[in-house]
């Protein structure tokens, strides 16, 4: 039986797709559920698996082709068996499966994956392999240099990137967007958390980290100023009651913000694992559409990469952004004494069309207290 395979359902805010990489060609069995090629949206890389085992008899389109939801782009047959290979075709290696992250690097850095040693399960290459095969990379490449030993590439913008660029403009020309800073002192949180981590981690089976205290911290803060969670849509301001929290992720393809869907009804353990699991599906290319659609507010941490202090751009239609920074050890005063401690600056970008200066500061400034005192975190005070 032949059995035509489309472009699966899209949602309303992505208009279209593109064919980004074949799995399988006109020939190839495929197996139910395996993967036939991959769809690069302008948030997320889909897979299209296959409904049936079979074999490809029939593919509609190629690598950069523009596809809508629905769309004929292959057909297999469930009845057809498959031939026998070539006898010479035993000795050949086969052409490794690439990952997202994988082909990215491949692609950016023009490599052949042929040549590149593969350590993954089956003969895959792994991210690992070809960051080994480039530091072994330079000395022989530098040898092919033109004179002067400069060269250039040019490598197409990804859909995401493209996406990325495109939202940081709208959001820079359509609001009205200022930045406020604080620093705070974590010494409690650093106490609590020391206190207590290592049963939490038996107890829970994650790690706690120090971004469920700041999901926790602004969902209380956006509570008792609920204009930061509200946005604008038209002449109308929609407040939100609910609180779904961007967590901003950075993969090899750009930044993206999967949703922690009400964050306010979800504990500390719960937290830790949607952030690790966002992370975990990100850097695979496996977030779904839905994971990344929506929310009322974003967190997003430049600390991770060392940043001190940073003015971060609104993510539309919200209208307020918290940037998290490095963590360091400086000397404050307290009670007349110069003591270290762990401080961190926090910046708040907000639309000042709709939120006041004394609203932003005054959220920002109660984020810093429940985290200076985070045992009212618990209490909700």
């Not at 057809?80 to 006898?87: L, M, N, T």
């Not at 913008?157 to 020309?173: D, K, T």
């Not at 507010?297 to 307020?320: D, E, H, K, V």
């Amino acid at each position: 039986m032949r059995i035509e395979i489309s472009v699966p359902p899209l949602p309303e805010s992505v208009s279209d797709a593109k064919l980004l990489d074949w799995h399988k060609n006109v020939g190839e069995t495929v197996g139910k559920g395996e993967n036939l090629v991959d769809l690069e949206t302008d948030k997320v890389v889909l897979e299209v698996p296959a409904p049936e085992d079979g074999v490809v008899v029939e593919v509609r389109g190629g690598k950069g082709d523009v596809v809508v939801s629905g769309q004929p782009i292959a057909v297999i047959d469930t009845s057809v068996r498959p031939a026998a290979p070539a006898a010479s075709a035993a000795t050949e290696k086969p052409a490794p499966v690439l990952s997202p992250a994988v082909r990215r690097l491949v692609a950016e850095h023009a490599l052949d994956p042929a040549v590149i040693p593969a350590s993954g399960r089956e003969g895959r290459l792994t991210k690992q392999d070809v960051l080994d095969f480039l530091e072994t990379r330079p000395a022989a490449e530098k040898a092919r240099l033109p004179a002067g030993g400069r060269s250039e590439r040019r490598v197409p913008m990804s859909r995401l990137r493209a996406r990325i660029a495109e939202r940081m403009l709208e959001a820079q020309h359509r609001t009205a967007t200022l930045t406020t800073f604080n620093e705070v002192n974590l010494q409690k949180v650093f106490d609590i958390r020391n206190a207590h981590k290592a049963r939490f981690e038996q107890q829970h089976g994650i790690k706690l980290g120090f971004m469920s205290f700041f999901v926790k911290a602004s969902v209380e803060a956006l509570r008792r100023f609920p204009i930061v969670n509200a946005s604008l849509e038209g002449e109308e301001i929609v407040y939100h009651d609910y609180y779904d929290i961007g967590i901003a992720v950075s993969t090899d393809r750009g930044l993206v913000v999967p949703i922690l869907r009400d964050a306010d009804r979800t504990d500390f353990a719960g937290i830790e694992k949607a952030i690790a699991e966002f992370g975990q599906k990100a850097r695979s290319g496996k977030l779904s559409l839905d994971e990344l659609s929506g929310g009322t507010f974003t967190i997003t941490n430049g600390g991770i990469f060392g940043s001190m202090l940073s003015t971060p751009i609104l993510n539309p239609p919200q209208s307020a952004i918290l940037g998290m920074h490095a963590i360091k050890e400086r000397p404050v005063v307290e009670d007349g004494q110069i003591v270290i401690r762990p401080m961190i600056y926090l910046a708040l970008s907000y639309d000042h069309r709709l939120i006041d200066g004394r609203d932003a500061v005054s959220f920002l400034f109660t984020i810093k207290e429940l985290l200076e005192d985070p045992v009212r975190l618990m209490l909700a005070v």
